[in-house]
């Protein structure tokens, strides 16, 4: 039996070996893949010695076909990292359509990004020969609704990198060792998919700060997290990024902000002046019927409004005239005074309170 299995690893060698010398690399590639999956097997039946040889052979195998590349070996990684997603029922990853235009303001922030993350994955080569070290991951704090998810996924466009977007409750487990599992498995997804970015979604729910009366599942998940964050930032030739955001930097457990973890922080602020003026104009942008819009007089009457109150606000004031126009039939324009209309009837979500909360946040890191 062992026998005939040899005889066929040694055919689909001659093979890949033909098709390499003819130039198809990736049946080159897929027909060694399959040759070191059959050895495995083979490997896993034996034992002692014969065992051991066969499972150096199979390395050499996989060295190999990794070495060729080929689009086939990059597929099968792909299909497999999408695949360990769907198990824990994370949505597809995908390369998001925001880019950094779409961000209004937050210029320091955006420096810091692109200098962080952004050119070292882009110039990786370079990055290397100036002995640029990764940071481990990044962690964006800040009021709700100022940005936090959408510049991350502008992130994400600017490097061309899958964007994983992770949803703390569909990780967590009571099962025996379940949750730190799916913790492993997420890691191994991001790095199969790479290059990624392992978005941690309000992630103050995942490792909230210790109350003493966590479950153990709980605690292992957290140390889990760690030690995966650890070892990503020890390799050099990274190619997965972790970020994670939270609008209550305060909740969580302080171990995930140490050196070569969550180490850089970035306070995403409510949308200045400027900033204000910019999201109206975006989020107008592409509203066909529009009268010239006072935008300096928004941006006045905005102040504490987030950037998504405004994206809300522009999207009541033109849902509220496109009833009009249905009404009467007449296609009127979308005026300032529609806007400021919406503006009077909602309140900003960002209050002085929780902004102190933020600055003393800030003054005692
Ligand atoms: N600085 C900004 N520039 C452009 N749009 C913004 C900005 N801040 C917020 N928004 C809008 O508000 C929406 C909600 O923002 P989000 O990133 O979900 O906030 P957070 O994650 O900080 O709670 C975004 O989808 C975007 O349309
Ligand atoms: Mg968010």
New binding site residues.
Partial sequence: MTETKIDHVSLLIRKAIEEESSGNKNEAARTYKAAYKEVLEIASRSTGKIKQKRLEQAANLKKIYESIGGEAVEEDRISEGKKILGTLNIEPPEIPKVTFQ?????ENVKTEIMSKIIYPMRYKELSQEYNIEFSGGMLLY?P????????VKAIANEVKANFINVNPSTLYSQWFGQFEKNISLLFRAAYLLSPSILFFDEIDTLVPKRSGSESDAARRGVSQLLTEVGGLTSQKDRNVFIIA?T?NPWGIDEAIMRPGRFDVKIY?PP?DYE?RKK?FQ?KLSEVKHIDHIDYDELANKTERY???DI?FICKKAVQNVFMEVIKTGNKIDVSTDDLLEVISQIRPSIDAGLLRKYQDYILNL
Avoid at 102 to 106: C, F, P
């Fill in positions: 779409d961000v209004a303001g937050l800040g709700p609704g100022t940005g936090k998810t959408f510049i955001a609008n995403i949308p900033s999201i975006l987030s950037g998504a994206e």
